[in-house]
Structures are given as structure tokens and as C-alpha cells.
């Protein structure tokens, strides 16, 4: 595309972020479709994926890998060097909607900033999938990307979710999974899920239950394949039903430990998955009503 002159002035290109398929090389838009064929480049997480789509649809728009983990910051400024150019560029990820858990944020936001227009071409998401065909709320959720892979930091993740009332959709690695399964049947053991597994593919699979209900289903397999999603259920919110000795057996450990009220009211909240109201009114009912 050359560069264009408008009432004496240099029109700057445009970024257009381009959703693909997740897996089935069907599910792309006709705008999608008709963007890749009419840009000058194509910036590519990986061109081997990449490929797959171009080639399906016959699209022969010069592409390369520029965007990817590790190297996109070093690659925004000859991206905007382009755009100022007034060069059209559309920007895509492995699968389905860039900066979803994908490379990109950086470039976007530097095209924001120097008010390059950033176009969407929504499309496929792995996240929206899971979601709509779990069976789980979805009037209010979060999107928590990947699991950290630290044990000490994925324990402490899932410890927060205790309370939370949203639904939750978490992506996980097929390598990592079964020790994410197990950390959650640990700290959320009554919590119900739905491990989504090879969405829109062939062998696409929606497992639910508990963690360890869903554990038990995978153990017999010789690996777990394709990426997956966890779609959690929030916290009911419901005080657990303790008897009153057993909640004063509790706060007296607690006020041995010397903790301050609102330090217990808050271990008993992560403990209990319950508001900190609640936990509050619990320390209450149990004869703690100190600082």
C-alpha cells in the first residue's frame, strides 16, 4: 500500500488486531478474512501456526514472527515506523484473540499513545468458549490468565479465591494440569469446576465436578493433550455450618496466637471462604469483640 496524502497530510496506518481460530480453522470471520488479504503485513506470534490459517484461505500477505515472548518490546518501534509510513499492519496471535494470555499488549499501547488508530476484529476466544457451553454463571466472571507456576505462588492464588463470589476462568497447561488440580482439590476442595479440554477440535471434552472428582477421571490416561481451560465457581457465600463450640474453639486458638481482631476476622475469612463481614460477627458470637 503507498502512502496516502489527505488535505496535505500523511495518513498513518492502522493496527488492526485480528482474532483466528483456536482450532477449528472454520471459525474465522469473513472480516477477518477479507483485513489479512487487504494489509501490507502481517505480524505473527508464530509463523507455523500462522501459516495454517493463511494457507487454508489462500491469503499471501507477507507475515513474519515479530511479536512474541521475550522479544515484542524490542519489536514495537520498527512496527510504528511502519504505521507512521502510513502501512496497514494487522496483528495476530497463535490462536484465537491477541493480548488475551498472548503477546501484544505493549505494541497496542504504544500505537494508543501515539494515536495511531488501533482497529479490533473480534473473532474466536478460548476463554468466551469454555465459558458459554460450562454450564457455570457467566453474568459475572473473571479472567485470571495462567496459573502461576511457583507452588508457593499458585497456593496463595487459589487461597484468594475462597471468597470470591464471580465465577473464575483460569488457563492451564496440559503439563501443569493434574498438579493444578491437585493444589485446588487441596484449598477449594468443595468447589465444583469444568475443565474444558480441545476446544471447537475433534477430541473437544467438558469434564465437571470437584477437582479431585475431575482427578480421578484423568488418572487412567496415559497424558492429558491440548490446551485447557478451568471455568471455577465463585464462593456461595454462605457462613459453613460450625457448631458454636467449635467457632469459640477457634477464636481461642486464635486469640492464643495473640492476633488483632481484624487480623483473626481475616484468617477466618481465606480459612472459611466467607465474607469478612461474617467473620467479623463470627468473632462476635464467640465472645471476641477486643481491637
Known amino acids: 500500500m503507498v502512502e496516502v496524502e489527505r488535505a496535505g ?33 502481517i505480524l505473527a506470534e508464530d509463523t507455523r501456526d500462522t501459516r495454517r490459517v493463511l494457507d487454508r484461505y489462500r491469503i499471501t500477505t507477507p507475515f513474519s514472527s515479530s511479536i512474541y515472548q521475550g522479544v515484542e518490546r524490542e519489536r514495537v518501534e520498527p512496527v510504528l515506523r511502519e504505521l507512521r509510513a502510513g502501512r496497514d499492519v494487522a496483528l495476530v496471535s497463535d490462536a484465537g484473540t491477541p493480548l488475551i494470555s498472548d503477546p501484544g499488549f505493549p505494541l497496542v499501547r504504544a500505537a494508543v499513545e501515539a494515536g495511531i488508530s488501533v482497529v479490533p476484529v473480534p473473532g474466536a476466544s478460548a476463554l468466551l468458549a469454555a465459558l458459554v457451553a460450562s454450564g457455570v454463571p457467566c453474568d459475572r466472571f473473571a479472567f485470571d490468565g495462567m496459573l502461576p507456576r511457583k507452588a508457593s ?40 469446576l469444568v475443565l474444558a479440554r480441545e476446544l471447537t477440535k475433534l477430541h473437544e471434552e467438558f469434564l465437571e465436578g470437584t477437582a479431585s472428582e475431575i482427578l480421578e477421571a484423568l488418572r487412567d490416561r496415559d497424558r492429558v493433550r491440548g490446551e485447557c481451560v478451568l471455568v471455577v465457581h465463585g464462593s456461595s457465600g454462605s457462613t459453613p455450618k460450625i457448631e458454636p463450640e467449635v467457632w469459640a474453639e477457634i477464636v481461642a486458638l486464635l486469640r492464643e496466637a495473640e492476633l488483632p481482631r481484624k487480623a483473626a476476622a481475616r484468617i477466618l475469612a481465606a480459612a472459611f471462604g466467607i465474607a469478612r463481614n461474617d467473620a467479623y460477627r463470627k468473632l462476635g458470637e464467640a465472645g471476641d469483640d477486643g481491637p
Open 153 to 192: 505462588a499458585r497456593t496463595a492464588y487459589l487461597q484468594s479465591l475462597r471468597s470470591e463470589r464471580r465465577t473464575v476462568v483460569i488457563y492451564e497447561s496440559p503439563h501443569r494440569l493434574l498438579a493444578a488440580l491437585e493444589t485446588i482439590a487441596e484449598i477449594l476442595p468443595g468447589r465444583r
Open 9 to 41: 497530510e500523511r495518513r498513518t496506518g492502522r493496527l488492526f488486531v485480528v482474532s483466528l481460530p483456536i482450532g477449528n480453522l472454520e471459525d474465522i470471520t469473513i472480516r477477518a478474512l477479507r483485513v489479512l488479504r487487504s494489509v501490507d503485513r
